[in-house]
């Protein structure tokens, strides 16, 4: 049965704890994000103008691609400028393309972001460049995620008593309260997800990095289901990249998987589903904040 898109984000498949609570941790929501975060999603550290977190978690955006205006070395420390408003998260990977330099040539790479401001990203270089970047360059940040949300609750402004809910509505909360959401991080963890944006995924690329996309809506609120995806296009060996590919749902190397006849069970069409374990997550990553 050839599958069908119909994302449902990254749902827990295996782990260090057990079924049905795995090794869910707490965090922490602001009153104040009005950004609704489903059952599945990938989430991130909430920062703030000088890209340090504020302690709360967001839901994860796609990376940032932004325009360099200038960059300025000095000592070994570089500061890249943008020409958009923007305050990267510090711990996240910068990666810089189409850089030139009148010393030292292209400053092109990925790079730790050590600081930042909403408008610039502090990093560290080896190796001796001219002081001034010459004509405009190309970036795109990464930033680590914290974990994958699977409920909160809070207390409700509407119903007057605290609510569990499989997902955050994005308001309903008095202010200076704080939404209690939990979320899975164990490193060892690993989720199913449907691929999307071309396919299918196939044998060869277990082993293989990818990033995520999201539905043409952002999550269900009729069930509280996100509409995450693993996306094809992203397939790679980037390290920068927030999943890694561990198997394929449903993939059988002797005769037709039991499984075939379910959606995102065909491993010879799009929209297959993956087994996947975290890459560049919170948890995992060696970055320096």
């Given at each position: 049965?050839?599958?069908?898109?119909?994302?449902?984000?990254?749902?827990?498949?295996?782990?260090?704890?057990?079924?049905?609570?795995?090794?869910?941790?707490p965090a922490f929501i602001a009153y104040n994000n009005t950004t609704p975060v489903f059952f599945g999603d990938?989430?991130?550290?909430?920062?703030?103008?000088?890209?340090?977190?504020?302690?709360?978690?967001?839901?994860?955006?796609?990376?940032?691609?932004?325009?360099?205006?200038?960059?300025?070395?000095?000592?070994?420390?570089?500061?890249?400028?943008?020409?958009?408003?923007?305050?990267?998260?510090?711990?996240?990977?910068?990666?810089?393309?189409?850089?030139?330099?009148?010393?030292?040539?292209?400053?092109?790479?990925?790079?730790?972001?050590?600081?930042?401001?909403?408008?610039?990203?502090?990093?560290?270089?080896?190796?001796?460049?001219?002081?001034?970047?010459?004509?405009?360059?190309?970036?795109?940040?990464?930033?680590?995620?914290?974990?994958?949300?699977?409920?909160?609750?809070?207390?409700?402004?509407?119903?007057?008593?605290?609510v569990w809910s499989n997902y955050w509505p994005g308001s309903d909360v008095a202010s200076g309260n704080t939404?209690?959401?939990?979320?899975?991080?164990?490193?060892?963890?690993?989720?199913?997800?449907?691929?999307?944006?071309?396919?299918?995924?196939?044998?060869?690329?277990?082993?293989s990095n990818i990033g995520f996309g999201v539905g043409g809506t952002n999550g269900n609120t009729a069930n509280?289901?996100?509409?995450?995806?693993?996306?094809?296009?992203?397939?790679?060996?980037?390290?920068?990249?927030?999943?890694?590919?561990?198997?394929?749902?449903?993939?059988?190397?002797?005769?037709?998987?039991?499984?075939?006849?379910?959606?995102?069970?065909?491993?010879?069409?799009?929209?297959?589903?993956?087994?996947?374990?975290?890459?560049?997550?919170?948890?995992?990553?060696?970055?320096?904040?």
């Amino acid at each position: 049965m050839a599958n069908v898109s119909a994302p449902f984000g990254f749902r827990q498949w295996s782990g260090t704890g057990s079924a049905p609570t795995y090794e869910q941790t707490p965090a922490f929501i602001a009153y104040n994000n009005t950004t609704p975060v489903f059952f599945g999603d990938p989430v991130m550290q909430a920062t703030g103008t000088t890209g340090l977190g504020t302690g709360y978690i967001q839901q994860a955006i796609a990376p940032q691609s932004l325009t360099v205006s200038g960059i300025v070395v000095t000592n070994g420390v570089a500061v890249a400028t943008f020409s958009t408003t923007t305050a990267p998260p510090v711990g996240s990977f910068l990666v810089l393309t189409g850089t030139s330099f009148a010393t030292g040539g292209g400053l092109n790479g990925t790079f730790v972001i050590t600081a930042s401001t909403t408008t610039t990203a502090t990093f560290q270089v080896t190796g001796a460049y001219s002081s001034t970047l010459t004509g405009p360059a190309s970036a795109t940040v990464y930033a680590p995620v914290a974990g994958i949300f699977i409920g909160c609750q809070y207390l409700s402004v509407s119903q007057k008593r605290t609510v569990w809910s499989n997902y955050w509505p994005g308001s309903d909360v008095a202010s200076g309260n704080t939404v209690t959401a939990y979320v899975i991080n164990d490193p060892n963890a690993q989720f199913i997800v449907q691929s999307g944006n071309g396919g299918p995924v196939t044998f060869a690329s277990i082993g293989s990095n990818i990033g995520f996309g999201v539905g043409g809506t952002n999550g269900n609120t009729a069930n509280g289901i996100s509409t995450y995806y693993a996306d094809y296009a992203t397939i790679g060996t980037s390290a920068v990249l927030p999943f890694r590919i561990v198997n394929l749902a449903g993939y059988s190397p002797v005769g037709t998987s039991p499984w075939a006849g379910q959606n995102g069970y065909d491993t010879t069409t799009a929209y297959n589903s993956l087994i996947v374990a975290f890459n560049n997550a919170a948890t995992k990553s060696l970055a320096t904040i």
